[in-house]
């Protein structure tokens, strides 16, 4: 064989060895796409946020009147860790939270503490719910002195919990409210740039219509045995408006 020929057969070889190459590229970026985009198993953080909202004085609910607050410190704790059941297709998340408020001292600061827990698909991050996942749970409330061991309370998730999915897109998205107990649309609301990152910012609107005014109150299920937090009654002069000697309000 003369000297082209043997160029020719190694050019051949050659392309056929970069189309071979480039196909399996293809396949193990698809393949190992697949296996990189999930929820990891070893998930163990904490969150902090802060900001400025509008808060009740809890020490006002034993006064003469209730105080809103306004523009008051706020700091939001999440501490995420996984529990069972957690494998190849799901994960479940425990997730502690807590909201206070950093101009009051100690308990008087604190305005939210719970403990939800909510099985997902570890590539859609949608809660799933069936005969062999349990559908989520939330711890019932304690008092401080309460040194019994925690309660969990049946609580089926729907949507989207505490993760939005690999590529995220620019849509609406149901999101899990664990405190009214119900998935509300999380609405796509631009780019933020975070660290010089892109970031995709979502709003939700819990309480509120599409044109930002109160709806009916959200009715959800008591966390406590004889619904003790099903219905509150107190005089209408305590929130500073006209009206009945008595309101209720859930």
Do not use: C
Not at 83 to 105: F, H, I, W
Not at 204 to 225: E, F, H, R, T
């Amino acid at each position: 064989m003369n000297r082209a020929g043997m160029l020719r057969i190694g050019a051949y070889v050659i392309i056929g060895l970069g189309a071979a190459l480039l196909i399996a590229a293809l396949l193990l970026s698809t393949y190992t796409s697949g296996k990189i985009k999930k929820i990891p198993l070893n998930t163990d953080e904490t969150l902090v946020s802060d900001g400025t909202g509008t808060a009740l004085d809890p020490a006002s609910l034993s006064g003469e009147r209730f105080v809103v607050d306004k523009n008051v410190p706020l700091v939001s704790q999440q501490q995420i860790t996984v529990e069972s059941p957690a494998n190849a297709d799901v994960v479940t998340l425990q997730v502690g939270t807590s909201v206070r408020r950093t101009d009051k001292q100690q308990d008087n600061g604190l305005l939210l503490a719970m403990v939800d827990t909510v099985t997902l698909n570890r590539s859609t991050a949608l809660a799933v719910s069936d005969d062999t996942h349990p559908g989520g749970s939330v711890q019932k409330p304690r008092t401080i002195e309460d040194d019994k061991p925690p309660t969990n309370i049946a609580l089926p998730h729907e949507g989207l919990s505490y993760r939005f999915p690999f590529n995220t897109e620019k849509k609406t998205y149901p999101y899990f409210d664990p405190i009214a107990q119900k998935a509300f649309d999380a609405n796509y609301d631009g780019e933020d740039d975070v660290n010089g990152l892109t970031t995709y910012r979502f709003t939700q609107n819990v309480g509120y219509d599409a044109d930002g005014k109160l709806v009916d109150p959200i009715k959800y299920a008591s966390l406590y045995d004889n619904s003790e937090d099903g219905e509150v009654t107190a005089r209408a002069s305590l929130w500073g408006l006209p009206g009945p000697p008595t309101s209720r309000s859930r």
